[in-house]
């Protein structure tokens, strides 16, 4: 059964960063689509981030530039570094896995979520 599980939120104040760390079990992170979303209030669910199997990373075009995605393997855990952060970027962050590693940027693929980690900026 595969399990994620986030870890790493918090309350910061704008232009803070925070690190998020995500440790699936059932996967292997470097044979699949690592992806994070985020979620605020009201909204629908955003695809943030994803990386391939073989290291290649997407991003959704709010973020790019302040937040990263990047990986373990051998602690097998999937981190979202996000600096500059704005009040905008309040929301709850899940972290997704799917396999295979194809097609990771297409965030409406993912199926398997975690139950998510608060992110709180403010001004």
């Known amino acids: 059964q595969v399990q994620l599980a986030e870890s790493g939120g918090g309350s910061v104040q704008a232009g803070g960063s925070l690190r998020l760390s995500c440790a699936p079990s059932?996967?292997?992170?470097?044979?699949?689509?690592m992806g994070w979303f985020r979620q605020a209030p009201g909204t629908g669910r955003e695809g943030v981030a994803a990386?391939?199997?073989?290291?290649?990373?997407v991003y959704a075009d709010s973020v790019k530039g302040r937040f990263t995605i990047s990986r373990d393997n051998a602690k097998n855990t999937v981190y979202l570094q996000m600096n500059s952060l704005s009040p905008e970027d309040t929301a709850m962050y899940y972290c997704?896995?799917?396999?295979?590693?194809?097609?990771?940027?297409?965030?409406?693929?993912?199926?398997?979520w975690g139950q998510g980690t608060q992110v709180t900026v403010s001004s």
């Open positions: 997704a896995a799917r396999q295979p590693s194809t097609n990771c940027g297409n965030w409406y693929l993912y199926r398997n």
């Open positions: 990386m391939y199997a073989g290291g290649t990373t």
């Open positions: 059932g996967y292997t992170i470097s044979s699949a689509c």
